[in-house]
């Protein structure tokens, strides 16, 4: 494999891992703008303007943009979360310079008033139906209190309120400042023809016009605040957990993603066999969300209400073992062995690839071939995992239930 960089002379940076044995390529627009760069007045512009992409530009309309991606039998879609929105495409070779017209004329839309009205009612409906959802409604909660005060506590929907206040001039004024072409990457993995990636980008994109798009970078600590919210249709109690971790520029990231899968991998991790095995809990895990200057452990735990309590008793009492006591030679090793796999099990598809060398490059402007990253996970040492973990204390938590019962 080789890497491949160049940057259009309006700021708009190419990159791509070439793998000439690979049978086909994905490639995607990485925007570095989500909920955190916008203000309370358009909460939840970033994710309404993912959908309005693919509304119509001025070459092409709604109709012609998917019956396109149908015809060169592509897998494509986007999404939009706290930092980023991107927008990808997987194909077989023959059809990259199809799919990158495509993909680089998605990304300048019409953003017709009609269509912004017709969308409005669209996202509507998504933020009601996404209220249904327990652990959506866990983690959107959680975060806005964890994140208190900080940017990050934004929820991606935005509200209902936010969402019908919105006009469409504040759409486009968002767009011209989130999209400029500093802000926004080119990512190619897989049997990608540089050549040919590098000519229809600056075909395509060079004409964008730049303009400043920063974002202020702080750590957040986390409010630390313990809540419940009683909602009696919801028949489980769910428990959300989140504690400080490192950012995504931090070099102890790899410490800390084998922390969590020590404490809490969907099998064979402390929480599993401490709530998960004894059935104290029929969910359980521990994930860490690497972000932007910051992070943060979030765990999940679903139980009956009656055993809310103990539960989270449970789990913090096993961060605090972790802390005070350590963790097996086993342990680390079957975290490692865990990582690597699935890394490595995603990586054999170009798609699965393409996040993991995009936000390399968005974040730290790296390029880390999979083989090393997999050494920089086998190189971190329990010593290092545990000085991580004393300086993010996973029992310095911010801590919320959600269902039947009206405290926790």
Request: net charge negative; aromatic share 8%; hydrophobic share 40%.
């Amino acid at each position: 494999m080789e890497f491949k960089t160049t940057t259009l002379s309006n700021g708009l940076t190419i990159i791509a891992e070439v793998n000439p044995s690979s049978k086909s390529l994905a490639a995607g627009f990485f925007a570095r703008t989500g909920s955190r760069d916008e203000t309370d007045g358009i909460s939840g512009v970033s994710h309404f303007l993912e959908h309005m992409m693919f509304k119509g530009t001025d070459r092409r309309s709604a109709l012609e943009v998917n019956l396109e991606f149908d015809q060169l039998g592509a897998i494509y879609n986007a999404f939009t979360s706290e930092e980023n929105t991107v927008y990808y495409a997987g194909v077989l070779p023959e059809f990259q310079t199809a799919m990158l017209d495509l993909l680089g004329d998605l990304l300048r839309p019409a953003l017709r008033q009609d269509d912004f009205d017709m969308e409005k009612g669209v996202i509507l409906d998504e933020i009601a139906r996404y209220e249904d959802q327990p652990t959506f409604k866990m983690y959107e909660h959680l975060m806005a209190a964890h994140f208190e005060g900080h940017p990050l506590s934004r929820n991606v929907l935005g509200t209902p309120d936010s969402i019908t206040a919105l006009k469409r001039d504040d759409m486009q004024e968002y767009f011209d400042r989130r999209y400029s072409p500093g802000n926004v990457t080119l990512i190619g993995v897989g049997n990608v023809d540089w050549d040919a990636l590098a000519e229809k980008a600056d075909e395509m994109c060079s004409h964008w016009k730049p303009l400043e798009a920063g974002r202020t970078l702080n750590r957040c600590e986390g409010s630390q605040r313990r809540t419940a919210i009683a909602d009696p249709k919801i028949n489980r109690q769910q428990i959300g957990i989140m504690s400080p971790a490192p950012a995504a520029q931090d070099e102890s990231r790899f410490a800390a993603q084998l922390l969590s899968t020590i404490v809490g991998d969907a099998t064979g991790s402390r929480l599993y066999y401490a709530l998960v095995d004894p059935a104290i809990a029929d969910e359980a895990g521990t994930s860490y969300d690497m972000l932007d200057g910051t992070g943060g452990f979030i765990t999940f735990i679903s139980t009956d209400p009656a055993r809310g309590s103990q539960a989270l008793d449970i789990a913090l009492a096993e961060f605090g073992k972790i802390m005070t006591d350590g963790f097996s030679d086993q342990e680390l090793q079957a975290a490692r062995n865990k990582i690597a796999s699935a890394a490595t099990v995603k990586g054999e598809l170009p798609m699965g690839r393409l996040t993991a060398v995009g936000f390399d490059w968005v974040y730290r402007k790296e390029y880390m071939p999979l083989a090393r990253q997999i050494e920089k996970l086998f190189a971190v040492t329990a010593d290092e995992i545990m000085d991580m973990a004393r300086e993010f204390d996973l029992t310095a938590a911010t801590v919320l239930a959600l269902g039947p019962m009206e405290q926790i």
